[in-house]
């Protein structure tokens, strides 16, 4: 899926505030996973009601967080 310009860059500032968070917080395994979950939980309302920028961004911001974190 090709994103535009504006949602990716978008996307990475989420991502990097989360991460930041992560850090900032000293979460662990479940901490983490629990953030995991309401990203997709996002992705999830995005996709039943077919916003095709947010079910984009949601996803791959989903997969970004999956791939560094594990889960």
């Known amino acids: 899926m090709m994103m535009n310009t504006y949602t990716k860059k978008e996307m990475m500032q989420d991502f990097r505030d989360i991460k930041n968070h992560i850090q900032n917080e000293n979460l662990q395994g479940a901490d983490i996973t629990e953030l995991i979950d ?6 999830e309302v995005a996709n039943r009601c077919n916003f095709k920028l947010s079910k984009g961004h949601y996803c791959d ?3 970004r967080l999956v791939e560094t974190y594990g889960h």
């Open 38 to 43: 309401d990203v997709h939980e996002h992705y």
């Open 61 to 63: 911001l989903l997969s």
